[in-house]
């Protein structure tokens, strides 16, 4: 399984129009936006959701479920400052995840990288639920878990951090 960055972002304007463009062809040539080209569209719809609520510094916890090692898996809260992850602590000791591990519990912009590479590598399952204000990514299921081990990610709504 590769690896996701939570640093920067690889969508531009010109990528996000080009997506668009290329989902809304294929809807008003009469195919049913279904698959890999329905999750397109809801993924561009949830990060122009993100980008407007203009959130690039918040906490928020997101869990990994996996059939892998502990410091792999399980809820972690993610502190994110101008966009890039500046901490991931485990919530009940509150002590940094070891720098190997961090990787694995991403910005939200993180999770949309994962999402768009599930859908350009087109996996056998994905199912994403989005949340409707902010866009951020509430569930993410790749895979099977009873046949590949699959992978889940939750998350919480981010909370803006202070401003000062």
Known sequence: MRRFSSRGSKWGPSVEALVMGTALALCLSGCDA??????????????????????TSYT?????SCECLR??????????????????IWPESLTPVGPEYVHLFPSVKGLFEIIDEAIRDETDRLKVHYDPTTGTPLRIEIGHPEVDAGVTYTSTVPEPLPSG
């Open 34 to 55: 279904t698959g890999p080209e329905a999750g397109r569209v809801r993924l561009i719809q949830a990060m122009r959701r993100w980008n407007a609520a203009d959130l």
């Open 60 to 64: 928020y916890r997101v869990t990994r």
């Open 71 to 88: 410091e792999s898996s399980g809820q972690r809260e993610v502190r994110v400052v101008g966009g890039v992850v500046e901490s991931v």
